[in-house]
């Protein structure tokens, strides 16, 4: 399992130790690539910018996506990424603290794969980031390369 790579888009360094530690605590060790705000996410995907020259075989298995981002915000990326045939089919979980009933309505129109709210206790946390890796990584067939 440890072969698939794990996007966290997170700009929160908060969030994003929270959910490191999370996956560690659920002996998740896949790889995970993290960038910080949306713009960074759209370059690491379609290898532009600073990450032009990345691996094109490493292609994540999942991205976890925030919705409030920096510079290019999360709903924007899922629609970006949903408008090209080279990452249209990539599983994306909106994985944020939103409570915006139209950030839901929207992420699932723009093709979210899942919405998960981000819980504020950490034992909760650790359990749906271990239901997210179980089915994402595990249990969840993806097309082949």
Request: aromatic share 8%; proline share 5%.
């Amino acid at each position: 399992m440890d072969d698939k790579l794990i996007l966290l888009v997170e700009d929160n360094p908060d969030d994003e130790a929270l959910t490191l530690r999370a996956l560690k605590r659920n002996n998740i060790g896949n790889k995970v690539f993290v960038v910080h705000d949306g713009a960074e996410a759209l370059d690491f995907l379609f290898y532009t910018g600073a990450h032009a020259n990345r691996d094109p075989h490493e292609v994540p298995q999942i991205i976890l996506l925030d919705i409030n981002l920096p510079k290019v915000d999360g709903l924007e990326v899922l629609r970006r990424l949903r408008a090209d045939k080279r990452t249209s089919l990539l599983p994306v979980v909106l994985l944020t603290s939103s409570t915006e009933e139209q950030d839901l309505i929207t992420g699932y129109k723009y093709g979210a794969n899942s919405y998960v709210r981000k819980p504020v206790d950490f034992d909760q946390f650790v359990e749906a980031v271990h239901q997210l890796g179980l089915y994402w990584l595990v249990l969840n067939e993806n097309l082949p390369k």
